[in-house]
């Protein structure tokens, strides 16, 4: 009888607090989470002119600009954008990292089918996984933190590659492309992460290597009446945005690409890149 009371006792306290069995973190949790909040880079905030400028992307590549740069009509107008200050991870999400959620969530992995080449998985390739998928992923180490953890915006993602909104063409350590330098030889396959130098903010693979979900829904003629603080795209629509990798003109750090938030690419990969949105230090282990 008393052990039934204290089973009760036990069951009570896990309802009210809305504490399930499953959140208790284990070690493998914990040193992701612990490993996820050192990799965060903080950004300071501020202004810029989110869009495809033209002619000072051209400048500023020279030589290069014919073979590494097309505009589009996706990325403009150019307009003033003022954004708070937040984290983002400094590498995409390798497999290693989602295994640890989809092994502790319960949820079945969304790419099986690319576990079935040699050649495309390993875990420290960058995930590929759904809209869906990514935006849970972060949302999971919200829940595990306590932190607001979310995908980043299209502006956040804009400005950090843009090294704080700088008229830069690509995310890369020097703002070119030099194939197995600082970019990937090929693009047949995402390679592993941090295999080339950060950009100046200290990010890797923002352009190159995978695709990367943002929060926002996509409209093409959204540039044209995005709100001045903090955009959050359109409040409806029937695919996501995608930002860096694909090949070179798509790997520009205002390029805006698009997919169902339900597709999974199994093969080339859209995959996952969380931010922390907060100015506050973040509390991280010694």
């Known amino acids: 009888m008393k052990n039934f009371s204290l089973i009760c006792l036990l069951l009570c306290v896990i309802s009210c607090t809305g504490v399930s069995a499953q959140s208790a973190k284990t070690p493998v949790v914990e040193a992701l989470i612990d490993k996820t909040l050192k990799q965060m880079i903080f950004v300071e905030g501020g202004s810029f002119m989110m869009g495809d400028p033209g002619q000072p992307f051209v400048d500023a590549l020279g030589k290069d600009a014919w073979t590494q740069y097309f505009g589009s009509d996706r990325n403009v107008p150019v307009h003033r954008v003022t954004i708070d200050s937040f984290y983002m991870g400094a590498y995409e999400v390798p497999f290693a990292d989602y295994d640890v959620y989809s092994n502790f969530s319960d949820t079945p992995l969304t790419n099986k089918s690319a576990r079935r080449f040699d050649d495309v998985y390993s875990p420290q390739r960058p995930v590929g996984i759904s809209w869906n998928g990514a935006r849970n992923y972060c949302q999971w180490l919200g829940k595990q933190t306590g932190l607001p953890f979310a995908l980043p915006t299209e502006a956040q993602w804009e400005y950090a590659a843009r090294n704080r909104g700088k008229t830069v063409v690509f995310a ?37 290597n995978a695709s990367e979900w943002v929060k926002d829904w996509y409209a093409k003629d959204y540039y044209s009446h995005s709100p001045k603080k903090n955009p959050q795209g359109p409040e409806t629509g029937s695919v996501k945005v995608l930002r860096g990798g694909g090949g070179v003109p798509d790997s520009t750090t205002v390029a805006r690409g698009k997919g169902g938030k339900d597709l999974d690419e199994d093969i080339i990969g859209f995959t996952v890149r969380c931010v922390i949105n907060t100015d506050k230090p973040l509390p991280t282990k010694k």
């Open 172 to 208: 890369t350590n020097t703002g070119k492309i030099e194939r197995g330098v600082n970019f990937p030889p090929s693009i047949r396959f995402p390679i592993e992460i941090g295999q080339f130098p950060p950009s100046p903010l200290g990010f890797y693979d923002l352009s190159g």
